[in-house]
Each structure stands twice: as structure tokens, then as C-alpha cells.
């Protein structure tokens, strides 16, 4: 057996060493620029629902443009709530547009109702019709809800948005920690 001189094992040694940092160092990178990729996703889709509902933080705007309360305020059974939705049933049509989303949501606060996020809902029959799979919105997956449910309504797929209001865990998870139903005068 041939012996390698310990100066060529220590080069071996530290270029496989170098590779292996390298290797590392490059699919670092990598998962970096797809998580901020993933961020700007998110950030433009959030900063896109702000721009079509901007006028909607004076309720009585979004009254005049069809939306009306529906359930009362959502609050979550162990944390967190959703808020108060108001619905436009001219807009549960089966189409999806980040421009018009079918429901906006409202915290009740200080005697005002305080615009936090919005829902775009399609039911699920609709839109089986003529897709294949839930909608996708700026590459946001819709969640299935399927019936009976706590509402009392046809299976149906949503996603949220929370583009006034913080969510700690994410702006697409159904309930925020950030949001309450305390000041509902209904609760």
C-alpha cells in the first residue's frame, strides 16, 4: 500500500474542506435570495390589497360600494380573531382580483370600526367548475373550507390578507393575535 505524504493529506484535507464551505456558502445564498424573493412576493401582494381597499377605511365608503356586515365580530375559540366581515354579495361571483376582494374585515375599537385586512372567498362548487384546484392569488394558495362549517354555508375557498393590521404569524393566517372583538358592542 502506497503511502500519501502528509503534506498532500493536509491539501486534500483542506480542499475538501474549502468545497465543502464553498458549497455551503453557495446554497446559502441560494435559500437567502428565495426567502427574500418569497418576502417581496408577500410584501406586493399585501401592499397591492392596501392600494385597492385604501379608500375602505371610512366604513361608510364600503357601505356605498355594496359591503355589509355578516356573522357579527369572528373571534377565535382558543386566540386571536378575524374581526368583522363585510361581505359584498355582487362579488362572490367566481372570479378572483386582488382589486375587489370580496369581503373586508373590521375591528371594532374605540366606537369605530378600524379596516385590518380583507378575505377573497369563492365557493368551491363555482369555482371546481372550471379549474382544477383552489385559486392563487400573487402565488398565495387558497385554503379549503369544507361544509358544514361554523358559518352554516357551502364549502368554500378563502384566503385572507392583512394589509392594515399585523399579523405576528403572517399575513395570510386566518386569525391575528393583533386583532380583538372586544370593542363590539354586540360581543
Known amino acids: 500500500m502506497k503511502k500519501i505524504p502528509f503534506i498532500a493529506l493536509q491539501t486534500s484535507l483542506l480542499l475538501v474542506a474549502f468545497l465543502a464551505l464553498s458549497s455551503f456558502a453557495v446554497a446559502r445564498h441560494e435559500t ?12 406586493k401582494l399585501v401592499q397591492s390589497v ?4 385604501v379608500q375602505y377605511q371610512d366604513i361608510n365608503k364600503a357601505i356605498s360600494a355594496g359591503y355589509g356586515p355578516l356573522f357579527g365580530c369572528v373571534s377565535g375559540t382558543d386566540h386571536g380573531a378575524m374581526g368583522i366581515h363585510y361581505v359584498n354579495p355582487n362579488l362572490l361571483n367566481g372570479t378572483i382580483d386582488v382589486a375587489t376582494p370580496q369581503a373586508l374585515i373590521y375591528e371594532p375599537a374605540d366606537g369605530q370600526m378600524k379596516l385590518v385586512g380583507v378575505e377573497f372567498i369563492a365557493d368551491s362548487a363555482t369555482w371546481m367548475k372550471t379549474h382544477s384546484g383552489p385559486p392563487v392569488l400573487e402565488g398565495q394558495v387558497f385554503t379549503f373550507v369544507d361544509a358544514p362549517n361554523r358559518f352554516t354555508i357551502a364549502s368554500f375557498f378563502e384566503l385572507h390578507v392583512w394589509a392594515w393590521r399585523e399579523n405576528p404569524q403572517g399575513p395570510f ?12 358592542p354586540g360581543e
Open 50 to 53: 392596501r392600494k385597492a381597499t
Open 32 to 43: 437567502q435570495a428565495a426567502e427574500q424573493n418569497d418576502q417581496a412576493n408577500l410584501a
Open 173 to 184: 393566517v386566518d386569525w391575528n393575535n393583533h386583532v380583538s372583538c372586544a370593542g363590539d
